[in-house]
């Protein structure tokens, strides 16, 4: 049991396969010393700047972090209801602009912004899912793109400057503390980091114990085959609207975190392009476990160091993304999971 | 707001002629899309290829000879796409083939920028268009009437193509019903290469166009990629007719909605999307479901 890898989900076929394989399997029961040691870790990990203590490591780890959150919601929609969504900056950008609103015009307090940023981006996103999770596919990414480009497009119009900041964005100025970190603290990567590990590793947590709930099943079954599901009696509406609101959610903790971190919300997270980042994070890392995508989101993070000086570094991702449709659909999780398998013959 | 300013002859003119660029573009990503079930996410980046070619066409050997030559390279280009990922893809759901173009797009963006920079250049209009000519007593850029010329005869011809051919007949038969088409002895393959051709040609032929008309830059191809998109699912996916109407549909709204109120111009392309593909899948037109 040990030699299984943290975080795995049951067994899943490709998100995008043409003929999904049946997915559910028997839960595995984890052993107690197992959950221990993934708690310990995450408590352990939360101290990581007393070991590393370069700032720019620690910038891009933080940076990989948010990504992967993101990045972590879009595979939880791929993996559990097959969608894949083109305008994931549309909520993790909303959520930001939220709290970026709640904290200049309501002059609340970073905690009570926060939490109303997620609140109110989670009931937004269960009003946009109740509408469009019954598009297939193909227009549902359509719509979920339109949507982001609209958002980007409404903050950039000059009559909502004094709200949104217009073409410049919003710069923050922080009333109250965060959890005991003021706004010169959240600024810095090593007072920040334990905030971005943490949520990263709520979020994984939350999309896998939902993963591998009776919800998770019967979202996996819906996305095998809708109509079935629905002959046999279950209600295959509520569940993907309930899988796109935690989404929604996950998305703009991404959002949320990124604000709190820069004290600047800009109509950039609202980009196409940073939607991209967090979908190329996810195709590459395979989105069939929760650790997938956060393992995509460093291996970008990384090829950002390396290469985004140059200017290679989209030229990578096009190849990147091409790659890993075409000869890897389950991502460099998916691939590692099943050379593992294949040397220890693991069922 | 004066409506005599609103409906001037200009404003249509200017309407007509976005309108017309973007008819080329989205019919060809609508023929591609009803031949092959591909929604193709790099065709903004071929029109930014083409409009790049299309600089230094016209550079070397004038706006004429780039009016030709570019839609022509474009063409192979499309038998590149056709056989070096269309066919070896074909198995693969619409998703797949979806992000494989988002990639492709990508490496494309990277070539341009490789090769012509990221500042934005500019095509000047042949010496013969460059002036301006009297629309019944107002001067008016004569570009933009060859533009919106343009525009409609290739329309023009598509629809003859299509709808008085053999070829096109098949084209619109596989377009409707893939499945039945094939048992009837068309040769999809052999179509599915001339359409997806024709399709990369027509975003060849628009960036041409586009060159003296908007600025030539990296991001044009992002930009009007996803504004053809709502002008292919508005018009209904597949039905080329519904693309064009939609393309004028669009033209004004965008025209006229900048006099009227710019935020409902921002907004109601998104908003048709919206109301088209949550009540009506098919579109304006007779178009497939996705």
């Known amino acids: ?347 | 707001m004066d409506f005599s300013q609103l409906l001037s002859l200009p404003q249509l003119a200017n309407a007509l002629a976005l309108a017309s660029l973007l008819t080329i573009l989205s019919s060809g990503l609508a023929l591609i899309f009803g031949l092959r079930d591909v929604m193709n996410f790099g065709h903004g980046a071929l029109y930014m290829l083409g409009a790049y070619l299309a600089y230094s066409v016209s550079g070397a050997l004038g706006f004429w000879a780039a009016l030709v030559i570019v839609p022509l390279l474009l063409a192979v280009v499309g038998v590149v796409f056709e056989y070096g990922v269309l066919r070896p893809l074909r198995k693969r759901s619409h998703m797949d083939l979806a992000l494989v173009t988002v990639g492709i797009a990508l490496i494309v963006g990277q070539i341009v920028i490789k090769f012509w920079g990221t500042a934005p250049l500019s095509v000047s209009a042949p010496e013969s268009l460059a002036g301006s000519v009297s629309l019944f007593g107002q001067p008016y850029p004569a570009y933009r009437v060859f533009l919106i010329f343009v525009g409609f005869s290739t329309c023009a011809a598509l629809a003859v193509w299509l709808k008085w051919t053999r070829s096109g007949m098949h084209v619109r038969a596989v377009s409707s019903q893939p499945e039945v088409a094939r048992m009837m002895g068309v040769n999809t393959d052999r179509l599915g290469l001339l359409v997806v051709c024709l399709g990369t040609g027509f975003a060849g032929l628009a960036g041409v166009l586009a060159g003296p008309y908007l600025s030539v830059d990296p991001g044009m191809g992002a930009t009007i990629l996803i504004t053809c998109l709502i002008v292919v699912v508005v018009g209904g996916l597949g039905s080329i007719g519904g693309a064009i109407a939609a393309a004028v549909v669009y033209g004004f709204i965008q025209v006229i909605g900048t006099v009227l109120s710019p935020t409902l111009a921002v907004l109601a392309p998104y908003l048709l999307l919206f109301f088209v593909l949550l009540w009506r899948p098919q579109g304006f037109g007779r178009g497939r479901v996705a």
């Open chain 1, 1 to 347: 049991m040990s030699a299984v890898p943290p975080m795995v989900v049951a067994p899943a076929a490709a998100p995008t396969a043409q003929a999904p394989r049946a997915t559910a399997s028997p839960r595995r029961r984890w052993p107690l010393g197992a959950l221990l040691a993934v708690a310990v870790l995450i408590v352990l990990g939360a101290f990581l700047p007393a070991l590393l203590k370069s700032p720019f490591y620690l910038g891009m780890l933080i940076n990989a972090a948010i990504l992967g959150i993101a990045a972590v919601a879009l595979g939880f929609l791929a993996h559990q209801c097959g969608l894949v969504m083109f305008g994931v900056a549309g909520f993790s950008g909303g959520g930001a602009y939220l709290f970026a609103i709640a904290v200049m015009q309501f002059r609340w307090n970073v905690l009570g912004a926060a939490a109303f940023a997620l609140l109110a981006a989670s009931v937004l996103s269960a009003l946009v899912g109740a509408l469009i999770v019954r598009a297939r596919p193909l227009p549902f990414a359509m719509l979920t793109l339109a949507l982001a480009q609209m958002l980007n497009s409404v903050v950039k119009i000059t009559q909502y400057r004094d709200v949104t900041g217009g073409d410049d964005g919003l710069p923050l100025n922080f009333a109250g503390s965060f959890f005991g970190l003021t706004q010169a603290q959240l600024a810095r990567p090593e007072s920040f980091w334990p905030v971005a590990w943490l949520a990263l590793c709520g979020v994984m947590l939350l999309a896998w114990i939902i993963g591998r709930s009776r919800t998770g099943q019967v979202l996996r079954a819906i996305r095998a085959n809708e109509e079935r599901m629905r002959f046999s009696g279950f209600d295959t509406y509520w569940p993907r609207v309930f899988a796109f609101t935690v989404t929604g959610f996950i998305a703009s903790v991404a959002g949320v975190l990124t604000a709190l971190h820069s004290a600047f919300a800009s109509p950039e997270l609202l980009d196409f392009v940073t939607g991209g980042n967090a979908l190329v994070a996810m195709l590459v890392g395979g989105a069939g476990t929760v650790a997938g995508p956060v393992l995509g989101a460093v291996l970008y993070v990384i090829g950002q160091d390396q290469f985004g000086a140059s200017g290679h570094l989209e030229l990578l991702t096009g190849i990147g993304v091409v790659v890993v449709i075409v000869a890897f659909p389950e991502g460099a999780m998916g691939f590692i999971r099943n050379t593992f398998r294949k040397w220890f013959k693991t069922p």
